[in-house]
């Protein structure tokens, strides 16, 4: 047989029988094509975008920062605000509030010099956390605060604060989540401070608090910045770091069912740990990916100097110096409470000087003289270090809500109101919820409420608002 047609009565030609034998195959290959063009674009398809439910109450006392909000079972809302150093408890419908803790003698309860975090104990009751004395103060639901725990790991303290770290907060099973510092640790070789290589990545940890174990859930891809230091003869110490505000990392968030939320940034998915430590994966999420051009990379850059410049003015101020003088230490976090004006690339890390007397051997800290801390200018990688594609979020962007949803802030901003992907517990995006302009998303209630900083030029005002 030298060839199968499928017109046996037609003459036989050749190149035509390779045809006809072909053809069935590449049909069959066009339609599975087409099949695969329709399920992707059906995976694709995003929810739209709908505005968040009506604000309800808003808060008649001005707040520096609404760092974090819970709402307790009776209605009433405790809040951290972390610039004016307050512990407060407002009513359900914001109109009344008691301070709990300040930074005065006021209330007999001390709110430390540094910045404190809030965590959702066991029940209706909550940890106050402050990293300067190493203890966790147990508040009960009438604002009132009992016994006085130690942190399980005093090393990682500031770790219990929040932010562009991830929330911390307790499992079902009453062990400490939360996300632990990178091994970043200098050295001193022959007199001369020594830093290593600053980490990618990061453990996702929880701990018993009664046995002090600890066990390791997930690993994530941190921020990471170039870092040089210097040291004369004299013991000044320069510190300068080359900074990076648009890197693709992960993020991690508790949920309501005692599960943690691994979010990984790179195809957008989502892995949830349970308490006994099984791990399950979701597919890739749907994202509105933006590409970004060399021009959009420098218009990107350009507008992170301007935001981190106008923080670095703000932060040499309150150090009561010029950029060239001496002033105490200085802390600059992430995101602000009421929004801030960060740009999307998460944590940032001013270059700083500081002056002193040599130490009079290896490890030893200055003795004697006038530390000097300052604040230079900055230092930006150049354009073509950023990435391809807008990362979908930053760091410090998920959050778990009283309903078992993740909540994810993504790099989608429309009119200067972000936009927050919902995912529910079995890893569907099932809403894009835009909060209203310049807000920040402080905290949720059970019911469908969420909580909100905004600031109105003169301080910044704590908001109630409905989900739907």
Known sequence: MTGVSFFPTAPMNPMRSKLTVLAPVALLALVALLALVVADAGAQQLPPVRPLGAVVAVSKEGLGAVSAARQLPNGKVLVND???????????????????ADST?????????????LIPYSGDST?????????????????????????????????????????PGFDGQGRLVYRAAPNFRPTFVNGQIKLPEMPDSAVIVRVDLATRKLDTLATVKISKQKINMSQDENGRMTVTTMLNPLQQVDDWALLSDGRVAVLRARDYHVEYVTP??????T????????????????????????VMEKMRTEATARMGASPSGAGGPVTVGGP?????????????????????????????????????????????????????YMPPFQAGAARGDADGNLWVRTSKNVNGGPVYDVINAKGELIDRVQLPAFRFLAGFGAGGWVYMGVSDGKAVRLEKAKVR
């Open 283 to 306: 597919p890739k999420l749907p994202f509105d990916w933006q590409r970004l051009n060399d021009s959009s990379k420098t218009a990107f850059l350009d507008s992170s100097k301007v």
């Open 82 to 100: 972390i610039n004016e150093r307050k512990l407060m408890l407002f009513d359900a419908d914001l109109s009344a509030f008691t301070v709990i």
């Open 105 to 117: 003698a006021a209330t007999g309860n001390a709110y430390s010099s540094r910045a404190a975090g």
């Open 276 to 281: 006994d430590g099984k791990v399950t994966t």
């Open 336 to 388: 602000g409470g009421a929004g801030g004006g960060m740009p999307a690339g998460g944590a940032m890390v001013f270059s700083m000087r500081m002056d002193g007397e040599a130490p009079a051997r290896a490890g030893a800290p200055a003795q004697g003289g006038q530390q000097q801390i300052s604040i230079p200018p900055l230092n930006f990688v150049q354009p073509s270090e950023l990435p391809d």
């Open 127 to 167: 940890l106050f956390v402050d990293p300067q004395s190493l203890s966790m103060m147990l508040i009960d639901p009438a604002g009132k605060m009992g016994r006085v725990m130690s942190v399980p790991r005093p090393q990682e303290a500031n770790q219990l604060i929040g932010g562009p770290n991830g929330t």
